[in-house]
């Protein structure tokens, strides 16, 4: 078996005029997490969304090996009138998901997520932004994702819970997962990362295992701002 998960091979989109994502060819190894850092508008979000299905590229192919894919985006939205619980049900429904296994899932990453259970009782709209965000955490996993990709994980997080959804990743990665993380957080990307993907203006301009980036005795911002927050255009 491949060690490598996922691979695109001169991805483009364009949008009209602009040129998002421009021959992006890079591959994601099995059981790695993989930091995808750029600036605002850089094409971190549309590459997400090649890879999902969510968009289609103008040029080039992604080879998608995972059989289950799970995502949590940057601004999650539910239906503001059901229930935590519910939406959970559904998700598990269409995810051919057991009661007996739903329930057992739900347990234990509430409490990897320190999200309290009794917030499932009530519709999702009254939620705070950070147990808004664990939330989606907890529906993408319950369906026991081989790769997850997650557009900037910690947006609306205390520290206390940074800490447990960093954990949660090296827990995930220990079983075996795959990951992909779009952050601006570089301070925390660099505690857990094991590649990194840099974009800037829709083109990758580097993709390197991050054990040989620190053997040059650079940091993760040192690397981030050589390759995408300064320089030539």
């Given at each position: 078996?491949?060690?490598?998960?996922?691979?695109?091979?001169?991805?483009?989109?364009?949008?009209?005029k602009?040129?998002?994502v421009r021959?992006?060819?890079?591959?994601?190894?099995?059981?790695a997490?993989?930091a995808?850092?750029?600036?605002?508008?850089?094409?971190?979000?549309t590459?997400?969304k090649l890879?999902?299905?969510?968009?289609?590229?103008?040029?080039?192919a992604i080879?998608?090996?995972p059989?289950?894919?799970?995502?949590?985006?940057?601004?999650?939205?539910f239906?503001?009138?059901?229930t935590?619980?519910?939406?959970?049900e559904?998700?598990a429904?269409?995810g051919s998901l057991s009661?007996s296994?739903?329930?057992?899932?739900?347990?234990?990453?509430?409490?990897?997520?320190?999200?309290?259970?009794?917030?499932l009782?009530?519709?999702?709209?009254?939620?705070?932004?950070g147990?808004?965000?664990?939330?989606?955490?907890?529906?993408?996993l319950?369906?026991?994702?081989?790769?997850?990709?997650?557009?900037?994980?910690f947006?609306?997080?205390?520290?206390?819970?940074?800490?447990?959804v960093r954990?949660?990743?090296?827990?995930l990665?220990?079983?075996?997962?795959?990951?992909?993380?779009?952050?601006?957080?570089?301070?925390?990307?660099?505690?857990?990362c094991?590649?990194?993907?840099i974009?800037?203006?829709?083109?990758?301009?580097?993709h390197?295992?991050?054990?040989?980036v620190?053997e040059?005795?650079?940091d993760?911002?040192?690397?981030?701002l050589?390759?995408?927050?300064?320089?030539?255009s």
């Amino acid at each position: 078996m491949s060690e490598d998960i996922l691979k695109l091979s001169g991805v483009s989109k364009r949008y009209r005029k602009v040129e998002a994502v421009r021959n992006a060819t890079f591959v994601l190894r099995r059981a790695a997490l993989t930091a995808f850092l750029g600036e605002n508008g850089a094409g971190k979000t549309t590459t997400i969304k090649l890879i999902l299905g969510f968009l289609t590229p103008d040029a080039g192919a992604i080879e998608k090996r995972p059989e289950r894919i799970g995502y949590v985006p940057e601004q999650p939205a539910f239906s503001p009138w059901l229930t935590g619980a519910r939406l959970l049900e559904y998700t598990a429904r269409a995810g051919s998901l057991s009661r007996s296994d739903l329930e057992s899932r739900v347990r234990e990453y509430a409490r990897l997520l320190n999200f309290e259970q009794a917030l499932l009782e009530r519709t999702v709209r009254t939620y705070s932004l950070g147990n808004h965000k664990k939330f989606s955490y907890l529906q993408s996993l319950i369906l026991d994702p081989d790769f997850l990709i997650v557009d900037e994980p910690f947006t609306a997080l205390d520290p206390v819970a940074i800490k447990s959804v960093r954990d949660l990743f090296l827990d995930l990665k220990r079983q075996g997962r795959t990951l992909l993380l779009s952050s601006h957080l570089i301070s925390e990307m660099e505690k857990i990362c094991d590649d990194v993907i840099i974009i800037r203006r829709g083109e990758i301009v580097f993709h390197d295992e991050y054990g040989r980036v620190r053997e040059t005795g650079k940091d993760l911002e040192s690397l981030f701002l050589e390759f995408a927050g300064r320089g030539p255009s």
